[in-house]
């Protein structure tokens, strides 16, 4: 599988392409915050963990910019959670 990454700002998501499939995060960037509204994958891409690897892509574009990241979206808290060393 090949990933394409891309911050869509008019649509204000984060979007991961993968073999023509999309996984996506709608977010806001809030002051020094960067909140996750929500993650959602296409059926397809469900269980391949292309919402992780979009995730760890979120996780870097809050280190670069230096924000923290909210996650008001049930995936992404958990996510964190799990991985909280990235975070």
Do not use: K
Not at 54 to 78: D, K, Q, T, W
């Amino acid at each position: 599988m090949a990933d394409s990454f891309h911050d869509d700002t008019a649509r204000s998501r984060f979007e991961l392409d993968v073999d023509g499939r999309t996984a996506f995060a709608r977010y806001r960037r809030q002051d020094e915050r960067l909140v996750i509204e929500h993650v959602e994958a296409e059926p397809a891409l469900r269980g391949t963990g292309a919402a992780g690897r979009l995730m760890e892509r979120i996780v870097a574009v809050a280190a670069a910019e230096n924000r923290s990241i909210v996650p008001l979206c049930g995936y992404a808290a958990s996510w964190l959670r799990r991985h909280e060393r990235r975070a």
